[in-house]
């Protein structure tokens, strides 16, 4: 039985829109680089704030938030304070009430992705938690990064 392909850095040209975010000294680990699960949050940071700069998503009065339901990443170089991460964005996928948003970290310098992931957001209404149609606004700010 063969293996699937190991997957691969990519460059910043594979994403659609880019959002900076500083690393702080606690981010490192004992080995000198940047921990593996602030990475996670990472890929949190910078969609929920893409999100709320483009207007889409209202965090504290929305009546439809997305869950994350599903997460993976790759790593492929070492990140560590002190630097500058460019988190690059696109979505692989737009369904009804799900998207796959995938993200490529970055070093300040580095022009393949140090870290590559994705995780995938279920929209569903605040207050019962059900799945829900993405609203018009957020489906075309969306399109914007497919």
């Not at 910043?12 to 004992?30: E, L």
């Not at 369904?95 to 992931?117: H, I, K």
């Amino acid at each position: 039985m063969s293996q699937p392909p190991r997957p691969q850095p990519l460059p910043r040209a594979a994403y659609r829109v880019f959002r900076t975010i500083g690393t702080r000294w606690m981010d490192n680990d004992v080995y000198g680089h940047v921990n593996n699960v602030v990475y996670y949050s990472w890929f949190d940071t910078a969609v929920n704030a893409y999100l709320i700069e483009q207007g889409v998503l209202d965090i504290h009065q929305g009546g439809v938030i997305g869950l994350v339901i599903e997460t993976q990443c790759n790593y492929f170089d070492s990140l560590a304070f002190p630097d500058t991460i460019h988190a690059g964005l696109r979505v692989a996928h737009l369904g009804r009430s799900s998207v796959r948003y995938e993200v490529g970290l970055f070093s300040s310098t580095g022009e393949l992705t140090a870290a590559a992931g994705h995780f995938v957001h279920v929209y569903v209404d605040r207050r019962t938690r059900r799945p829900v149609p993405l609203p018009p606004d957020l489906q075309a700010v969306l399109a914007g990064l497919q």
